[in-house]
């Protein structure tokens, strides 16, 4: 059974900064391309930043140079890091990943980021 369990969220001021953490299991983490994806009130789910099995990273404009995805292989946790948050970073955060032909979604954790 395929689980994504995400965890960290909360409610900070503008500036500060959060850690989300996603924990895998049911899947072979090591080899697994991992993402985080944002839905903010009334909007569509967006894509914030992927991990390669390999390492590589993209990130989407809004949040370049302002968060950090990681991985732990070892512990098969996902990690963003979110530096200098803005209120525009308000949303549900989901981990994703591909896995058997099929997307796979975390429950989501909340995000809010308070001007």
């Known amino acids: 059974q395929v689980q994504l369990v995400e965890s960290g969220g909360g409610s900070v001021q503008a500036g500060e900064s959060l850690k989300l953490s996603c924990k895998a299991t049911?899947?072979?983490?090591?080899?697994?391309?991992m993402d985080w994806y944002r839905q903010a009130p009334g909007k569509q789910r967006e894509l914030v930043a992927t991990i390669t099995s390999g390492g590589s990273t993209n990130y989407s404009d809004s949040v370049k140079g302002r968060f950090t995805i990681s991985r732990d292989n070892a512990r098969r946790i996902v990690y963003l890091q979110m530096n200098s948050l803005v209120s525009e970073d308000t949303a549900v955060y989901y981990c994703?990943?591909?896995?058997?032909?099929?997307?796979?979604w975390g429950k989501g954790t909340p995000v809010t980021v308070s001007s």
């Open positions: 994703h990943t591909y896995w058997k032909n099929r997307d796979w």
């Open positions: 049911g899947i072979f983490f090591a080899i697994s391309d």
